[in-house]
């Protein structure tokens, strides 16, 4: 099982990034998907998820409205759209399944400043 993020960087705030996380080694359109991010100095929280077919959405209250996750079941692939960037959503951004049950990948830096 392998999880790989990707399409972090650094951005002005108001900018946008779209994340991307390669999974592999499971049945990807059989299971819900989750982004996840761990701020400097926090605890890792839950950003989005969707359900295995992709029609099913929820965000957490700090970024809806703003991020939009959708999955390509064809290529194992879940997205993570972020419009609107602020300076706390500074993160190591990360996806697995729900209650993450698989191991972490190495995540991918988004940094948002001046």
């Known amino acids: 099982v392998q999880l790989v993020e990707s399409g972090g960087g650094l951005v002005q705030p108001g900018g946008s990034l779209r994340l991307s996380c390669a999974a592999s080694?499971?049945?990807?359109?059989?299971?819900?998907m989750r982004w996840y991010r761990r701020a400097p100095g926090k605890e890792r929280e839950f950003v989005a998820h969707?359900?295995?077919?992709?029609?099913?959405?929820k965000y957490a209250d700090s970024v809806k409205g703003r991020f939009t996750i959708s999955r390509d079941n064809a290529k194992n692939t879940v997205y993570l759209q972020m419009n609107s960037l602020k300076p706390e959503d500074t993160a190591v951004y990360y996806c697995?399944?729900?209650?993450?049950?698989?191991?972490w990948g190495q995540g991918t830096q988004v940094t948002v400043s001046s």
């Open positions: 697995n399944r729900p209650y993450a049950v698989l191991p």
């Open positions: 080694g499971f049945t990807f359109r059989s299971y819900d």
């Open positions: 969707i359900n295995s077919p992709g029609t099913i959405t």
